[in-house]
């Protein structure tokens, strides 16, 4: 019989961890949704060790690195600059979007090209994650990280979620 084990985590919900976006999907057969948007939500749940204070994270101090990457992603246009046939080339003070038959001439600044493959609420969760991780290691460098879970909400009730597991370290 294995020992018992204690985990620790928090999760994060707010009604501000939001952003507004337009995208839109391309599916395997080539089609693709026309350009839409969504109010998203955020939803993070971190698991690590237990610090001196008896604190995963202080919620004061990771609220604001989630915030942030919520304004940085509202009210532009989310582009996955990994798909294979997606063009994205600026065009002056714009970027021009092709898509087989379709092209768009957006302003450069509305515009966000992602390092993802299709702008699904998965990856957009993924990339979300992958940032507000990097942004956590850069804040606290010695953090020790188990599970960090990030969903991605386009309605009520439709979320794509990713979840980073890393091996355990000493905090």
Known sequence: MQPSRETWSISIEKDYLKFSAAHFLIFPDGSA??????????FVDLHT?????????NFKEIKPLIRQLCDDLDEHLLLPG?????????????????????RYL?????VIVLPISNTSAENLA???GRELRERMAARWPTLAVQQLSVGVEETTGQR???????AAKDR
């Open 106 to 110: 957006v302003p450069k600044d509305e």
């Open 160 to 166: 794509g979620t990713w979840t980073l597991q890393e």
């Open 49 to 57: 060790a237990l610090d001196a204070h008896g604190l995963v994270v």
């Open 33 to 42: 949704e026309r350009l839409h948007g969504h109010n998203y939500k955020v």
């Open 126 to 128: 993924a990339w979300f």
């Open 82 to 102: 990994a798909h294979p046939v997606l063009t994205i080339e600026p065009s002056g003070e714009h970027v021009e979007i092709r898509y087989r038959e379709r």
